[in-house]
């Protein structure tokens, strides 16, 4: 396994697990279930964490460009699942969220086709 390769993915997944994370955080204080578009522009315009949110996106984006520019699309892409455990391990930590036992199953069998996607012959080739 190419570690730099893999240490470049997990900061990808980093920022843009931390970008969900602050979405839902930001999108927990609002009341827009029966708005429309225009409540929701409104809310985002006047909320800084929303603000935050998209800035760490945004950079999450431009270091996946910065990985897609070095390294084929089937071999880092499989790595981005483990995105789901940190957003589910952040909602649950920072958010005090409560995540079923069956979940819990579903993110350890995305965790091993993962392993199984990242070590394969074809996301070895570059």
């Not at 800084?48 to 892409?77: C, E, H, K, N, Q």
């Not at 790595?79 to 789901?84: Q, S």
């Amino acid at each position: 396994m190419d570690w730099v390769r893999l240490f470049e993915v997990l900061i990808v997944v980093v920022f843009t697990s931390t970008g969900q994370l602050l979405l839902r955080a930001a999108m927990r204080s609002a009341d827009l279930a029966s708005g429309n578009l225009n409540q929701l522009v409104s809310y985002a315009l006047h909320t800084p964490l929303l603000w935050l949110a998209v800035g760490v996106y945004g950079f999450a984006t431009l270091l996946w460009m910065r990985v897609l520019s070095r390294y084929p699309v089937g071999a880092v892409y499989p790595m981005v699942a483990i995105g789901y455990v940190l957003v589910t391990l952040g909602g649950v930590l920072f958010l005090n969220e409560r995540v079923p036992m069956q979940a819990w199953i579903a993110l350890m069998l995305i965790c091993a086709g993962t392993l199984l996607l990242a070590t394969s012959s074809t996301a070895a080739a570059s």
